[in-house]
Nanobody, 124 residues
Framework: QVQLVESGGGLVQAGGSLRLSCAAS????????MGWFRQVVGKEREFVAA????????YYADSVKGRFTISRDNAKNTVYLQMNSLKPEDTAVYYC?????????????????WGQGTHVTVSS
């Protein structure tokens, strides 16, 4: 059974940093794209960042470009999201996901497995 477990969320002041981790189990994900999305209550889940199987291809939402960095360690079946210069509008539940494709999708409909989410709160 595929399982994705996020960690690293919490409360941080504006301008601070957090590093999210997502550990995958149940299969090897080294050949597939992984992504991060976020959701605020009452709003659609939105794309944050995605990374290809080798780590050489990365994509970011405009709202986080230059502040967030996605990376992966295939030996550990883990994807990371380093979040710097955090803003109150980054407050959300962050989800990691895996896509059964060698492409690197940026829409939630193209992801097949999801974690349970980790809360990030940025205070002003």
């Amino acid at each position: 059974q595929v399982q994705l477990v996020e960690s690293g969320g919490g409360l941080v002041q504006a301008g601070g940093s957090l590093r999210l981790s997502c550990a995958a189990s149940g299969r090897t994900f080294s050949s597939y794209a992984m992504g991060w999305f976020r959701q605020v209550v009452g709003k659609e889940r939105e794309f944050v960042a995605a990374i290809g199987w080798s780590g050489s291809s990365t994509y970011y939402a405009d709202s986080v470009k230059g502040r967030f960095t996605i990376s992966r360690d295939n030996a550990k079946n883990t994807v990371y999201l380093q979040m710097n210069s955090l803003k109150p509008e980054d407050t959300a539940v962050y989800y990691c996901a895996v896509s059964n494709t060698i492409l690197v999708p940026t829409t939630k409909g193209e992801y097949d497995y999801w974690g349970q989410g980790t809360h990030v709160t940025v205070s002003s």
